[in-house]
């Protein structure tokens, strides 16, 4: 590994998602789609974003997205989510997301962070004022 940079899975932190991509899950030059890793970080963010709403919540916004290193296939991917803002319908998730190349030399690499916003949404799917935590 040469320019990237070395870490660990942060320790005691739970993920949300762990993830094996498979050759489907691929690009034409045979790395990771970026497109597939959108849509996992765009999985993980919901779930503590619907767990705080309570129920349903639809995706409005992608704030931010940053590809820092490639994802290989056969990499086994972790996924943790953080809700880092609160409004009164939308929750604001940052996700991060790890890479461990090499599953038996352990190498772990940050490969992707994010920033998305959700909205609680009602049956006809209008925005829903969040519960209040007590
Ligand atoms: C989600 C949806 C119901 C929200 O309805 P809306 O009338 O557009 O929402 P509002 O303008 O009332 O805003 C709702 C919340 O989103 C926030 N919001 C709106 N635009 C935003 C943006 N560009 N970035 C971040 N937050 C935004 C608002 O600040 C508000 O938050 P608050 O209540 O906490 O203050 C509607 O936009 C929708 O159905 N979008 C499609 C969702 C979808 O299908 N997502 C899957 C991807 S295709």
Avoid: C
């Amino acid at each position: 590994m040469s320019n990237e940079q070395r870490t660990t899975l942060p320790p005691g932190k739970m993920p949300e998602l762990r993830v094996l991509p498979m050759p489907a899950d691929a690009n034409i030059h045979g790395d990771v789609f970026g497109g597939w890793i959108m849509a996992q970080v765009d999985i993980a963010g919901s779930l503590p974003a619907a767990r705080r709403a309570n129920g349903r919540v639809a995706t409005i916004a992608v704030n931010s997205f940053l590809f820092k290193h490639p994802v290989f296939i056969g990499d086994v991917l972790t996924f943790y989510a953080d809700i880092v803002k609160v409004g009164k319908t939308s929750i604001t998730v940052n996700v991060e997301v790890y890479a461990e190349r090499n599953r038996l030399q352990a190498e772990t690499v940050k490969v992707t962070e994010a920033t998305l916003t959700y909205v609680a949404t009602d049956e006809e799917r209008k925005p829903r004022t969040l519960p209040v935590l007590d």
